[in-house]
């Protein structure tokens, strides 16, 4: 004979499944997406250069676990890089002290991207405009190209 409580989470969990496939909740919606960046530094002059950002959505949730009722089952998939590609950008600087006129950027951006578990990702690592702090303040979201 069943536990009572294991039978219910089982059909707890089956309306849960079918009230996602009924209601059609998409799947994951993670895309490699163009954008500007604004490079900045002391006496250089701006440039814009294109770049990526990866932006969507991923499949998170949490529910009451199906085999211990007492416990939630938890599921947190991020939008994120896979790999990346590092780009050097050349800034002319004519108002720089003594010395050289053009200075040379360092900058990344995601070269892929994919859901994975949510996590802490190294400072900088990516946001290209972060690298050496080079950015106006900008929010990303704001430089998406339509």
């Not at 989470?9 to 960046?37: M, N, Q, R």
């Not at 780009?87 to 995601?110: D, E």
């Amino acid at each position: 004979m069943l536990d009572p409580y294991y039978s219910k989470g089982i059909f707890l969990g089956g309306v849960i499944l079918i009230s996602v496939w009924i209601t059609g909740i998409s799947a994951e919606d993670c895309k490699l997406t163009p954008v500007y960046h604004n490079l900045q530094s002391p006496g250089c002059n701006s440039i814009t250069i294109p770049s990526f950002a990866c932006v969507g959505k991923c499949t998170s949730y949490v529910q009451v676990s199906g085999s211990k009722m007492w416990e939630m089952e938890r599921s947190c998939m991020c939008c994120q890089e896979s790999g990346e590609r590092v780009a050097t950008v050349t800034l002319n600087c004519p108002g720089a002290p003594a010395g050289s006129k053009v200075r040379k950027v360092m900058t990344k951006a995601p070269m892929e991207c994919m859901c994975r578990p949510c996590s802490a990702v190294e400072e900088g690592s990516v946001l290209p405009q972060e690298i050496g702090g080079f950015s106006s303040d900008m929010q990303l979201r704001s430089m998406y190209t339509h």
